[in-house]
């Protein structure tokens, strides 16, 4: 019998551990088989507090899994199959074994959208990126474009302008989902222009990005455009499969945390981007990590 359930193990659930397990709550980590989070596929980190030549994402993770770890959580690593909250002790399936918990953190956090082409997972931190806040300082005075017609796609292509030369923003219709006061600012943005009704075809380059072939969907006409960074801000999905019948999410599949870091189930809490689409950073999900550990436990008091 567990003090705590922690699953997932990104920057919210190895920071939840560090507190759970150093305040000698009893810990398990079920850190999935492709354990770390979406810092596992960056490369160098540059604004997480503390490391003032920034760190590469595996080190950072890897830091946070063994910082854990001698405080005493256990860590294994497999995905969690299945979940049991509709009575006490909770219950975490992970293939053919079940964990008992007093109490449970959700914390799988939420994965990008990717395009699925061969040519944009060969690129993948080499000019094509999921995160302008992480990436755009690599790519001063140079040319950028950006996937998507969302919130997501223009917030990229303003953080984006602050640091190249010009950025494109591509998307496969002629209007934008994205809010008015984000697209206003877009639009007034000298350095952000826009490639309307266009699909990418082909991400291009042998080892670092150097252009885009695209495809006008009306025409099927396909042209090339040369870029040094392609970022894909095409959604985020969270990753709650498996708690749809036991914790309220809105309609996004997001979990609804109420009062910071509690969930529709008494004992259950959740933290980082699975709860929160908005921030989406390492250093925010990790400060949700600090708040849904120090609540566990409170709970846990009984206080
Ligand atoms: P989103 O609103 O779902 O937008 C995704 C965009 O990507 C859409 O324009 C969509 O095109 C396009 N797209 C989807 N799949 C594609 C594909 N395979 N190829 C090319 N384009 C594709 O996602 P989001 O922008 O990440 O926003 C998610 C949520 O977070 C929204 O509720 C948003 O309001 C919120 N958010 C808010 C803020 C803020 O308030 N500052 C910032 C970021 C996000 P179509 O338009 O054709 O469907």
Same mark, same amino acid.
């Given at each position: 019998?567990?003090?705590?359930?922690?699953?997932?193990?990104?920057?919210?659930?190895?920071? $939840?551990?560090?507190?759970?397990? *150093? #305040?000698?709550?009893?810990?398990?980590?079920?850190? !999935? #088989?492709?354990?770390?989070?979406?810092?596992?596929?960056?490369?160098?980190?540059?604004?997480?507090?503390?490391?003032?030549?920034?760190?590469?994402?595996?080190?950072?993770?890897?830091?946070?899994?063994?910082?854990?770890? /001698?405080? !005493? #959580?256990?860590?294994?690593? =497999?995905? #969690?199959?299945?979940?049991?909250?509709?009575?006490?002790?909770?219950?975490?399936?992970?293939? %053919?074994?079940?964990?008992?918990?007093?109490?449970?953190?959700?914390?799988? !956090?939420?994965?990008?959208?990717?395009?699925?082409?061969? %040519?944009?997972?060969?690129? /993948?931190?080499?000019?094509?990126?999921?995160?302008?806040?992480?990436?755009?300082?690599?790519?001063? =005075?140079?040319?950028?474009?950006?996937?998507?017609?969302?919130?997501?796609?223009?917030?990229?292509?303003?953080?984006?302008?602050?640091?190249? *030369?010009?950025?494109?923003?591509?998307?496969? /219709?002629?209007?934008?989902?994205?809010?008015?006061?984000?697209?206003? *600012?877009?639009?007034?943005?000298?350095?952000? !222009?826009?490639?309307?009704?266009?699909?990418?075809?082909?991400?291009?380059?042998? =080892?670092?990005?150097?252009?885009? /072939?695209?495809?006008?969907?009306? %025409?099927?006409?396909?042209?090339?455009?040369?870029?040094?960074?392609?970022?894909?801000?095409?959604?985020?999905?969270?990753?709650?499969?498996?708690?749809?019948?036991?914790?309220?999410?809105? +309609?996004?599949?997001?979990?609804?945390?109420?009062?910071?870091?509690?969930?529709?189930? +008494?004992?259950?809490?959740?933290?980082?981007?699975?709860?929160?689409?908005?921030?989406?950073?390492?250093?925010?999900?990790?400060?949700?990590?600090?708040?849904? $550990?120090?609540?566990?436990?409170?709970?846990? +008091?009984?206080?």
């Amino acid at each position: 019998m567990y003090d705590v359930i922690i699953i997932g193990s990104g920057p919210a659930g190895l920071t $939840a551990a560090t507190y759970t397990s *150093r #305040a000698k709550l009893k810990t398990l980590v079920v850190a !999935g #088989a492709m354990w770390g989070g979406q810092l596992m596929l960056t490369t160098e980190v540059e604004n997480f507090p503390g490391f003032k030549e920034g760190i590469l994402g595996p080190d950072l993770m890897d830091n946070m899994w063994k910082q854990a770890e /001698r405080f !005493g #959580a256990e860590l294994v690593f =497999d995905d #969690a199959t299945a979940v049991d909250f509709s009575s006490k002790p909770f219950k975490v399936t992970v293939g %053919s074994k079940v964990y008992e918990g007093k109490s449970v953190i959700v914390a799988p !956090g939420a994965s990008a959208r990717w395009l699925g082409l061969e %040519s944009e997972t060969r690129l /993948r931190g080499r000019g094509v990126s999921v995160c302008a806040t992480c990436d755009a300082a690599f790519f001063k =005075d140079k040319k950028a474009v950006v996937v998507g017609g969302g919130d997501s796609a223009i917030e990229e292509a303003l953080a984006l302008s602050k640091f190249v *030369r010009e950025v494109k923003v591509i998307h496969r /219709r002629d209007k934008l989902r994205a809010s008015k006061i984000l697209q206003e *600012r877009a639009f007034k943005d000298p350095k952000v !222009g826009f490639i309307w009704n266009s699909s990418v075809q082909e991400i291009l380059g042998k =080892d670092r990005v150097e252009g885009i /072939r695209l495809r006008k969907v009306d %025409s099927n006409e396909e042209f090339e455009l040369t870029c040094d960074a392609v970022f894909i801000a095409i959604g985020h999905k969270p990753n709650t499969e498996i708690f749809k019948d036991q914790i309220e999410l809105d +309609e996004k599949g997001y979990i609804i945390a109420k009062d910071e870091t509690k969930t529709s189930v +008494e004992g259950v809490f959740a933290a980082g981007d699975v709860e929160d689409y908005r921030y989406r950073q390492a250093v925010t999900a990790a400060g949700t990590g600090c708040k849904v $550990a120090l609540d566990a436990q409170k709970y846990l +008091e009984g206080a």
